[in-house]
Structure formats: structure tokens, C-alpha cells
């Protein structure tokens, strides 16, 4: 098992969050952990390590007035889900988002992030 790297806090994500392409507004994954600074997606395909997209998430009144927020994350690892293999796990760094984008990020992460996982992101 690799050692766990993180610094923050992360937490499982208790609601049905898809996140989509900023661009195409293509869903790209399932948030499934999220931290404030980064998240990790259940994603139908891999995502090498690196990589810097763009995402949107539709957000609900209760987070912000907004109707969405975007912001870019670069790609960390990726491996096949131990369950699903048909499914990649791929966890994202937030590399690039607005002051506004980050307050209502940050309320997802407050509001839809249950209890800390204990489990690491990359095993």
C-alpha cells in the first residue's frame, strides 16, 4: 500500500455530484472524494497523470445563487477501480479557479462532503 502523501483532509462525497467538461459539457466522472484543495472522480476512462482540464459543476441553491462553477484540476494518478475495473478512480488537484468559484467549491466541500476517509486515494 503506498503511504498516504495528502496534507488536507478529504472526504467522502455524500451526494450525486457528475462533473462535466467546461467546454462540451460532457460529464467526465462522478465525484466520489472531494478535499479543498482537490477531488477524486470515478471516471469510464483513464486520465493520464499530468493532464490539466477544465470541469464545471452544476451546483444547487443551496450551495450558491450561481447555477455552476468552473475552475481547471490537473490529473495526479489514475488506476482501474478495485470493484469496477471497467471504471478509473483518477485524482485531480484544483490548479485553477476564480475567488467566487473557490468560496462556493468550498461549500460543496462543507456541505455534500461526509465524514474524513480513512482510506488512501491511491493505494
Not at 467522502?12 to 472531494?34: C, L, N, W
Request: net charge positive; charged share 30%; glycine share 4%.
Amino acid at each position: 500500500m503506498v503511504k498516504e502523501q495528502r496534507k488536507l483532509n478529504r472526504r467522502s462525497f455524500s451526494y450525486y455530484m457528475p462533473v462535466k467538461d467546461a467546454e462540451s459539457a460532457r460529464q467526465v466522472g462522478i465525484m466520489t472524494d472531494i478535499s479543498l484543495r482537490g477531488f477524486k472522480l470515478d471516471c469510464r476512462q483513464p486520465v493520464p497523470s499530468g493532464q490539466v482540464r477544465r470541469f464545471r459543476l452544476d451546483l444547487t441553491a443551496e450551495v450558491a445563487p450561481r447555477a455552476f462553477l468552473e475552475f481547471a484540476g490537473r490529473s495526479k494518478w489514475c488506476h482501474p477501480d478495485y470493484i469496477e475495473p471497467s471504471t478509473y478512480n483518477v485524482g485531480f488537484e484544483i490548479v485553477d479557479i476564480t475567488p467566487d468559484d473557490a468560496r462556493s467549491y468550498q461549500r460543496v466541500f462543507e456541505i455534500y462532503g461526509s465524514q474524513t476517509v480513512d482510506v488512501p486515494m491511491n493505494r
